[in-house]
């Protein structure tokens, strides 16, 4: 498997000849290379974005969204070979991609593609003139995204981009690009005009950072690690250009004694190990109230243990693989460093053996930690793997208090029956999505995005088309 970038209508190769590998981090093995682009390849590519803007931006919505919608059928007649390369490339269960990862990239396009037609701005009048606003298309904007969710967030990303009006410069995550690859062959075969949409894949240090630094670029919406983020915005403040950025959470699930038991229970253990613990969503710190605390320690450290971890192609395996070597090495030592701050670890914390095609895999046991303040860095820093610790707290103030206790501010999980105590906590934690008895339960017309280190800006529904736009207000006087 050779992927190329999507320049101008056209793969291509880099130009600078460089190569990085693939890997398939459930059988640990090289399969494929990805073009490492440099400055050269996004030049060609923000041309091209640029020559093809007025004829795209002159579109009628309508029209910008049959594209998007044919682009959302293509993906949905080749469905399965998506859902597998997604599998391949990140090591994340055949059952998630299918159910999760495709699904909601087809849902992304025609979302946007909808909204494009039903988005209106503002109009204000007053005895002596009408103000109205106009949301005009940027013109070449980029979307990095990451290797957790890779065609859900980069289509989460590129669709509003071009339902707006704008030409797009995309680079996907050099570690799993290969949904995006295979993505273009739909742009090609369903007539996107050239240059509208360029995919330009490489390592973050030499596509990502020319493509952040290209002066063609009017925003850039990203996706991935906070420290990634502040470079970022570092690089394009100087030049007041629009940024988004989706960084990284370290999450509280806040369970109260009063909760309704086993709707929590299932869905901790699904918010702690989805896509094994990869989705900068996952509650990472579950807070229990003291009273149930050993109830719930006891039973959730069983359930955790019965938990599958195998080959993602197999129907009953939980969790498959961690998307690298690297991150399962990082993962391990976050574990190691945990025991060393006196951690107690309850379950896993090891590698998993997975015999046959995934015998040298990146596989790891779920893991649950207990008996760590909540200073510690475990405690504090996202480790972005299938670990959680556990915490007890007393009362609705010690719940809230350690839910805000990290530099983080993306999502919160609260389990209460009781409606007022569900209130204060959505009110006072420092989050910019809490779910009150559930968990990743999304509506795409929602701001969605972090406060504090997990970010800045809010995608989704019309949120998504104002960064993607420029606010223009005019005044016509009227007598
Ligand atoms: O992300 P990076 P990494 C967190 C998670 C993880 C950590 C690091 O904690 O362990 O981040 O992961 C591109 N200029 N999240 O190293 O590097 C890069 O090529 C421009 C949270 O994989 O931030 C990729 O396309 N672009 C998270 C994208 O940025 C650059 C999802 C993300 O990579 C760049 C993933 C640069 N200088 C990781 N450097 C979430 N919030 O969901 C890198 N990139």
């Avoid at 498959?320 to 025991?339: F, N, Y």
């Amino acid at each position: 498997m050779q992927v190329q970038n999507l320049i101008a209508g056209q793969f291509t190769e880099p130009r600078s000849g460089e190569w990085l590998d693939i890997f398939n981090p459930a059988t640990g093995q090289v399969f494929g290379k990805v073009p490492n682009s440099d400055a050269g390849d996004i030049d060609a590519a923000a041309s091209a974005a640029q020559s093809a803007f007025a004829d795209w931006s002159a579109l009628a919505a309508a029209d910008r969204a049959v594209h998007l919608n044919r682009l959302a059928d293509w993906i949905e007649r080749n469905f399965e070979e998506l859902a597998r390369a997604e599998c391949d490339d990140t090591g994340k269960t055949l059952r998630q991609a299918r159910t999760v990862d495709i699904p909601r990239a087809i849902a992304n396009l025609r979302f946007f593609a909808a909204l494009a037609q039903t988005w209106s701005s503002e109009s204000h009048s007053t005895p002596n003139a009408i103000h109205y606003t106009l949301r005009q298309p940027l013109g070449v904007v980029a979307c990095i995204s990451p290797w957790n969710l890779p065609l859900y967030l980069f289509t989460w990303k590129i669709a509003p981009a071009l339902a707006a009006g704008n030409c797009v410069i995309a680079k996907p995550s050099e570690i799993t690009p290969l949904t995006a690859y295979l993505l273009c062959r739909g742009v090609q075969e369903c007539g996107l005009p050239a240059g509208v949409l360029n995919v330009v894949h490489g390592s973050g240090a030499t596509a990502g950072e020319s493509l952040v630094k290209h002066l063609a670029v009017r925003a850039v919406s990203f996706t991935g690690g906070t420290k990634t983020g502040k470079l970022i915005a570092s690089l394009l403040a100087p030049r007041f250009v629009k940024a988004s950025l989706e960084l990284g959470g370290k999450n509280p699930n806040v369970i109260f004694a009063d909760c309704d038991y086993e709707p929590m229970m299932q869905t901790t253990i699904r918010s702690s190990f989805a896509n094994q613990g990869q989705i900068c969503l996952c509650g990472s710190r579950i807070l229990v109230q003291r009273s149930l605390y050993a109830r719930f320690r006891d039973d959730f450290v069983q359930r955790v243990n019965k938990m599958v971890v195998g080959d993602p192609l197999v129907e009953t395996s939980d969790l498959g693989a961690v998307v690298s070597k690297t991150h399962l090495e990082k993962i391990l030592g976050c574990v190691d460093w945990a025991r060393r701050e006196g951690g107690n670890v309850l379950v896993g914390g090891d590698i998993v053996s997975v015999t046959g095609r995934c015998q040298s895999g990146f596989f790891m046991r779920p893991t649950v930690i207990e008996g760590l303040n909540a200073a510690c860095r475990t405690n504090q820093e996202e480790i972005f793997g299938p670990v959680v610790t556990l915490q007890p707290f007393d009362n609705l103030d010690e719940a809230v208090e350690r839910a805000n206790a990290t530099r983080y501010g993306l999502s919160a999980s609260v389990w209460t029956r009781d409606a007022a105590t569900a209130l204060a906590c959505a009110e006072k934690i420092a989050a910019g999505v809490v779910w009150v008895n559930s968990w990743l339960v999304r509506d795409l017309r929602t701001p969605f995005g972090g406060m504090r280190e997990s970010g800045l800006g809010r995608e989704g529904g019309v949120e998504a088309m104002r960064f993607f736009t420029e606010t223009k207000s005019i005044c016509l006087p009227s007598r």
